[in-house]
């Protein structure tokens, strides 16, 4: 940061923007929430993929925004023991190797149609965390500590979903994707009993489609109830996980045990809006607003968010000229 401020920029820390100031259809400022107006020509919209009360902003004005696709599923949480001899064999984990990873992937044909199926943002020694944004919604993601000293792994296990999926379940427009996480979040909650309590399965009786023992050892806080996890997400979505599971098993044998919880629901993979923006990186109609990274809709993670502000970072230079 001081580095930063000695280049020049300046950090406005404990700061909500709330609207954009346009003049003629270009940018002139933001407004914050205190009453303050930021003034300038251009704005790097650089959101995260739960910025909904700003996708809610463009769609209530009529700026180009859209539904785009993402993947929704939930957390697998294994002992970090046992994925370290599927992945390295023997017994035990040598003290010189780093907790086992993974990465999977499948593209089972549901009702006629391919879709993917893939683990997410897997953390080894890792820990569930409850990451909603809204009351009585609740959604999941993990993390990892620096030692990543857990004795416990997680990753997302999710399918993709579509404007398609949105659509069956009677949502349209910019903001069906968000309506829809919206939907299956409150089931959570509720599932869970509330109070942010997280329903959870053993995997190998969710696969199995049977009740299955009380959840194990769990990372997540506040805790977990014992829950069917059929009851969350469309027959299709439900149908697209088990059928990636098997094929998980195939791929490291021992994956799918009653060692392990599926915790629900990870939601947030992606942004579930894209800002629309023109070939010149701009919004339409918004001149000097540049859409940016994944919570725009324009990267799948950390690394391709920060490829795509490269880009936006370049064309802004090229629309000003030469220095």
């Given at each position: 940061?001081?580095?930063?401020?000695?280049?020049?920029?300046?950090?406005?820390?404990?700061?909500?923007?709330?609207d954009v100031v346009l003049a003629g259809g270009r940018f002139r400022g933001l407004r914050l929430a205190d009453g303050r107006t930021i003034e300038s020509d251009r704005l790097v919209l650089a959101p995260g993929n739960s910025a909904r009360d700003l996708f809610e902003l463009f769609a209530?004005?009529?700026?180009?925004?859209?539904?785009?696709?993402?993947?929704?599923?939930?957390?697998?949480?294994?002992?970090?023991?046992?994925?370290?001899?599927?992945?390295?064999?023997?017994?035990?984990?040598?003290?010189?190797?780093?907790?086992?990873?993974?990465?999977?992937?499948?593209?089972?044909?549901?009702?006629?149609?391919?879709?993917?199926?893939?683990?997410?943002?897997?953390?080894?020694?890792?820990?569930?965390?409850?990451?909603?944004?809204?009351?009585?919604?609740?959604?999941?993601?993990?993390?990892?500590?620096?030692?990543?000293?857990?004795?416990?792994?997680?990753?997302?296990?999710?399918?993709?979903?579509?404007?398609?999926?949105?659509?069956?379940?009677?949502?349209?427009?910019?903001?069906?994707?968000?309506?829809?996480?919206?939907?299956?979040?409150?089931?959570?909650?509720?599932?869970?009993?509330?109070?942010?309590?997280?329903?959870?399965?053993?995997?190998?009786?969710?696969?199995?489609?049977?009740?299955?023992?009380?959840?194990?050892?769990?990372?997540?806080?506040?805790?977990?109830?014992?829950?069917?996890?059929?009851?969350?997400?469309?027959?299709?979505?439900?149908e697209a996980l088990r059928s990636g599971l098997r094929t998980f098993e195939r791929r490291m044998h021992g994956f799918v045990t009653d060692e392990a919880l599926l915790v629900g629901v990870e939601t947030r993979t992606s942004s579930p809006c894209r800002l629309v923006r023109g070939d010149?990186?701009?919004?339409?109609?918004?001149?000097?607003?540049?859409?940016?990274?994944?919570?725009?809709?324009?990267?799948?993670?950390?690394?391709?968010?920060?490829?795509?502000?490269?880009?936006?970072?370049?064309?802004?230079?090229?629309?000003?000229?030469?220095?």
């Amino acid at each position: 940061v001081a580095e930063l401020e000695r280049g020049g920029c300046t950090f406005l820390w404990q700061a909500r923007a709330e609207d954009v100031v346009l003049a003629g259809g270009r940018f002139r400022g933001l407004r914050l929430a205190d009453g303050r107006t930021i003034e300038s020509d251009r704005l790097v919209l650089a959101p995260g993929n739960s910025a909904r009360d700003l996708f809610e902003l463009f769609a209530r004005r009529g700026w180009p925004i859209e539904a785009k696709p993402f993947a929704a599923g939930f957390r697998a949480e294994h002992p970090q023991s046992l994925i370290d001899r599927i992945q390295y064999g023997g017994t035990r984990r040598h003290p010189k190797l780093p907790p086992a990873d993974y990465k999977l992937a499948d593209n089972p044909r549901v009702a006629g149609e391919p879709r993917g199926v893939f683990s997410f943002c897997m953390c080894p020694g890792g820990v569930v965390v409850p990451t909603p944004t809204e009351p009585e919604m609740l959604c999941t993601n993990g993390m990892s500590n620096s030692h990543r000293s857990s004795p416990l792994a997680n990753a997302g296990l999710v399918a993709a979903v579509s404007p398609a999926d949105f659509a069956a379940e009677g949502f349209e427009g910019p903001l069906a994707g968000l309506e829809w996480q919206r939907k299956w979040e409150r089931a959570a909650y509720r599932l869970g009993g509330g109070d942010y309590h997280a329903p959870a399965q053993r995997l190998a009786a969710y696969l199995a489609r049977r009740p299955g023992a009380a959840p194990g050892t769990t990372s997540y806080r506040p805790g977990v109830t014992p829950a069917d996890l059929s009851e969350l997400y469309p027959p299709r979505v439900q149908e697209a996980l088990r059928s990636g599971l098997r094929t998980f098993e195939r791929r490291m044998h021992g994956f799918v045990t009653d060692e392990a919880l599926l915790v629900g629901v990870e939601t947030r993979t992606s942004s579930p809006c894209r800002l629309v923006r023109g070939d010149d990186l701009q919004s339409p109609g918004l001149g000097g607003v540049y859409p940016a990274g994944e919570g725009a809709g324009y990267a799948g993670g950390i690394v391709s968010s920060a490829v795509d502000g490269l880009r936006v970072a370049e064309a802004i230079c090229a629309e000003l000229g030469p220095a």
